[in-house]
């Protein structure tokens, strides 16, 4: 069965560095998702994108964050400036359409801010 | 508002026995509902969803849930544990027609004694 995948599992990184998680979603898909779960609290919805263009953000997705699609099968979240509360596990998330379609998640990348 | 409420954070069953893990919502639209599960070092994994068609929806790994309007209730049942159901179960809500955006219940984690 496809998945999404995602990588690097674990990032470790130095307050005020730029980290930029990775996601391969399921081929066909044609929207993405980023979601994070700080430790001990719910998992957050932060952004979709579809069409190569941002469709909907949280206010937790502030200016320090950005998403990509480089080319036609990753999917990139990058943090400019990373702070001590960045630290979550980030969940990247596709699915085939809107509404009724479920979002398939990956294993999610647990960011480590030091 | 609209959310998902989760009952129980944590619930034990004896392998063998039923499983009943509460879930209640508040939503102003008809909403879609779907529950997801999370083991250990792994993503989210979509167990089932409703989507307004059958109020009573059957998922994978012999899990099913009931739709119930009248209670908000979409509470995720299972005849008979197994050991491998151990994990933690996530109920999760979309808002209306026009977002993507899921919101996730606190989780309730599921021990299975033998």
């Known amino acids: 069965e496809p998945e999404v995948t995602q990588t690097p599992s674990h990032q470790v990184t130095q307050m005020g560095q730029e980290v930029i998680l990775r996601c391969v979603p399921i081929?066909?898909?044609?929207?993405f998702y980023w979601y994070r779960q700080i430790l001990g609290q719910k998992v957050e919805f932060l952004v979709s994108?579809?069409?190569?263009?941002?469709?909907?953000k949280s206010e937790i997705f502030d200016d320090q964050f950005s998403v990509e699609r480089p080319d036609g099968s990753n999917f990139t979240l990058k943090i400019r400036s990373t702070k001590l509360e960045d630290s979550a596990m980030y969940f990247c998330?596709?699915?085939?359409?809107?509404?009724?379609?479920?979002?398939?998640f990956g294993d999610g990348t647990r960011l480590s801010i030091l | 508002a609209q959310s998902v409420t989760q009952l129980d954070s944590h619930v034990s069953v004896s392998e063998g026995t039923p499983v009943l893990l509460r879930c209640n919502y508040s939503?102003?639209?008809?909403?879609?509902l779907f529950w997801y599960v999370q083991h250990p070092n792994k993503g989210l994994q979509l167990l089932l969803k409703?989507?307004?068609?059958?109020?009573l929806v059957k998922g994978i790994n012999g899990f099913e849930a009931e739709f119930k309007k009248s209670e908000t209730s979409f509470h995720l049942t299972k005849p008979s544990a197994h050991m491998s159901d151990a994990a933690e179960y996530f109920c999760?809500?979309?808002?209306?027609?026009?977002?993507?955006?899921?919101?996730f219940g606190t989780g309730t984690r599921l021990q299975v004694f033998p």
């Open positions: 998330a596709s699915s085939l359409g809107r509404g009724d379609q479920p979002q398939h």
């Open positions: 999760v809500v979309r808002l209306g027609y026009n977002t993507d955006k899921l919101i």
């Open positions: 939503s102003s639209y008809s909403p879609s």
């Open positions: 081929s066909n898909h044609l929207y």
């Open positions: 409703y989507t307004s068609a059958a109020t």
């Open positions: 994108f579809y069409n190569n263009e941002i469709s909907e």
